[in-house]
């Protein structure tokens, strides 16, 4: 066995070089920090104005939908980790959050305002989260995304303490400047700069910088100039949520051990020897989770579970920017604070009324469920697909079936008597349906207010599908009948469901599934059945002979007898009757495949089938019904298959495996299943 140790070391080298190191571990004076900051203002921005230009840095695009035009923001793809928090079918939300980022970046006003993301269970409101928190660690480390904090040098011959000591918030250096100055500073640095590259100076020292500052300013008689060039060094800052650094988290706990304290910090007791008073800043740590999320961001964990007591802090946080650390003054901070909660709690808040001021001072952006099937199949695909399930075959369409009651579920039953939850699903999805146009959808849409706040949660159709796979009563390969049966099996122990009308409901969709994928199933097969091209040529030349013949008023000369013969009646319509071409109408439909047939002529191209889709369907259905008698699907019931019908029936199955992603297993079950139809005489139903 070949050994890779050497090839190890180049790959870290790669990835993480000296010259990489030495980058973000930059260390500088104050002056250095003035001249980056004068060619460069971006390195001195506000949390918020940070996250936003995160969002952009990675791009978007926009596309239309149902005649509105939508934004894509690619960072919600989780680009940072391969996609593996990635959020789909949120489009509009999403946007919603971005716009809010956009405004308190330019100081409009959300930046004194908390963000509350408000959703059901599962609908990736911490996902969301966890992804902000993620990417503002990255662009910490990027060349973009660079800031940069001070510490105090040079300390322990004037002040008698420990000779250095960082700034335990973080703070940007600028704040060092004395609040007399800045006006006449900030003229000078924004010299010749538009509005968004303007650079602020917002708030004051935390206690401990302050203490050290005033101490420091004493003892050089006010020259601030000394104070700067021999006790502040300037370093480039590195947001870590495991190293407490600039994102914070913050999860509620039983009521009774709550503290503040866990939010502003708390005295250091072996420090308080060291100084002698407990009103030494220096005798405090300044580790609360508002304390270490300084210039970045902090996530409350189920927001409106907090205790009464610290929501004070709260509200001073988000609209003053500023918090209270026992026995100290105000401390001011700059952080995003993103909570989430569900309905029930976010209900409560409603409720109650000493909670106006919190009410006020949030932004409320909700997380539903997605209502769209092809965006929901997204979020299956990316945990349950060949590389993640090697050893187990996930049939065609089981992942489709588990999300498509996943979304019925979610959605409002259609106030139009002749609209079914089904094809609601599928005018969400893209489809399209006679009688309903994008004005219609967006009407739909309009009237469900609850639509996606409601209804089965992504957890547990993965909980189920990952059963499915672990039991595998499949032998090998799940099918769509293994999951569903799972799913519902799932709903007498379903914690969130209490009532029966609901699990009713759900039972019943489960039913409504069960046929759209007994549907699907008939269709491929039939397909498969159907898919002999030689023939369904042979059947396209023979019908369109005889409407030609039909259109131009000619005989058909019959190839085996050679007679001249009248066109062919029965068969035309045995073709046409397949895609519902009335009677009234076979007249114009035949005149229009004979046009469509000159118009290429005309441009020096020959017709193809397959060309027209209408055509192509109806040729393809008359062959099926020609053909599965004569392949005799039904004797598959009996077990009784002589050689002949083997053979084409093995044609099929081959078919369903190469054309439709089926296995040998799952296609032998597919062609039993459609078979145990056809046998209980079930041929009436439209089999597209």
């Known amino acids: 066995m070949q050994l890779h140790t050497e090839k190890v ?395 498509m009651w996943g979304i019925l579920t979610r959605l409002e039953e259609p106030k139009k008597a002749n609209l079914t939850v089904m094809q609601k699903m599928k005018l969400y999805d893209g489809k399209t349906l006679s009688g309903y146009t994008e004005d219609n959808i967006k009407e739909l849409r309009k009237d469900a207010l609850r639509e996606g706040l409601d209804g089965i949660s992504p957890r547990y159709i993965q909980d189920k599908l990952s059963n499915s796979l672990v039991e595998d009563r499949g032998n090998g390969c799940i099918n769509p009948f293994i999951v569903l049966n799972e799913l519902e099996g799932g709903l007498k122990n379903h914690s969130l469901i209490r009532d029966e009308e609901t699990k009713k409901r759900y039972r019943e969709l489960l039913a409504v599934v069960k046929q759209e994928y007994e549907d699907i199933v008939k269709n491929e097969v039939q397909r498969a059945i159907s898919a002999d091209e030689e023939a369904i040529a042979k059947l396209c030349g023979n019908y369109i002979d005889n409407v030609k013949a039909y259109t131009q008023k000619e005989r058909v000369r019959n190839k085996y007898t050679g007679m001249s013969e009248e066109p062919d009646e ?12 009335p009677e009234s109408r076979k007249d114009d439909f035949r005149r229009e495949i004979m046009n469509y047939i000159g118009a290429l002529a005309l441009e020096g191209k020959i017709f193809d089938y397959k060309t027209n889709e209408r055509l192509h369907k109806a040729l393809e259905l008359k062959l099926f019904e020609d053909q599965k008698d004569t392949i005799k699907l039904t004797s598959l019931v009996s077990n009784v298959v002589d050689k002949e019908t083997q053979a084409k029936i093995d044609v099929v199955k081959n078919r369903l495996i190469k054309n439709y992603g089926y296995c040998d297993i799952c296609a032998t079950d597919a062609l039993h299943f459609v078979a145990s139809i056809f046998a209980r005489g079930d041929v009436k139903r439209n089999l597209n």
């Open 9 to 403: 070391f180049e790959l870290v080298k790669e990835v993480y070089s000296p010259s990489l190191f030495n980058e973000l571990n930059w260390v500088g004076t104050y002056v250095d920090y003035l001249a980056m900051i004068e060619k460069n203002p971006k390195l001195c921005r506000t949390a918020f104005q940070r996250i936003f230009d995160l969002i952009m840095h990675f791009g978007s695009y926009e596309y239309v939908e149902h005649k509105k035009k939508l934004i894509h923001y690619k960072f919600f793809d989780d680009p940072l980790n391969n996609g593996k928090d990635a959020v789909f079918g949120l489009d509009v939300h999403i946007a919603k959050l971005v716009n809010f980022f956009k405004a308190a970046s330019l100081r409009y006003g959300p930046e004194k305002r908390v963000l509350l993301l408000h959703g059901p269970v599962g609908s990736s409101k911490s996902t969301i989260a966890r992804m902000l928190k993620k990417g503002v660690e990255w662009y910490s480390n990027q060349t973009d995304g660079a800031l940069y904090t001070y510490e105090w040098i040079n300390l322990h011959d004037k002040l008698k303490m420990e000779d250095t000591m960082p700034c335990p918030i973080h703070e940007d250096p600028l704040r060092i400047i004395p609040e007399e100055a800045r006006i006449k500073v900030l003229s000078l640095l924004n010299k010749g700069k538009n509005f968004q590259e303007r650079i602020h100076i917002e708030g004051s020292l935390c206690p401990a910088c302050r203490y050290v500052y005033n101490d420091l300013m004493r003892q050089y008689n006010g020259d601030w100039d000394k104070l700067t060039r021999n006790h502040i060094s300037i370093k480039r800052l590195l947001l870590s949520e495991k190293d407490r650094v600039g994102i914070g988290t913050f999860q509620p706990k039983d009521e009774k051990n709550q503290d503040s304290t866990e939010l502003t910090g708390d005295l250091n007791y072996r420090k308080i020897a060291e100084y002698g008073s407990d009103s030494d800043p220096r005798a405090f740590n300044f580790d609360g989770e508002f304390n270490i999320a300084n210039r970045g961001i902090v996530e409350f964990v189920e927001m409106l579970k907090l205790d009464v007591a610290f929501l004070y802090d709260l509200l001073g946080a988000s609209q003053e920017h500023k918090i209270k650390p026992k026995k100290f003054a105000q401390t001011d901070i700059d952080e995003v604070i993103i909570g989430h909660t569900n309905e029930p709690e976010y209900r409560k808040l409603q409720n109650n009324e000493f909670m106006e001021a919190l009410r006020d001072r949030t932004v409320k952006i909700d997380v539903p469920y997605i209502t769209k099937l092809k965006e929901e199949v997204k979020i299956y695909r990316k945990d349950f697909n060949p590389e993640t399930v090697p050893h187990i075959h996930i049939a065609p369409h089981t992942i489709e079936t588990a999300a």
């Open 570 to 581: 029965r068969l035309m319509r045995s073709i046409e009757e397949k895609i519902d071409i």
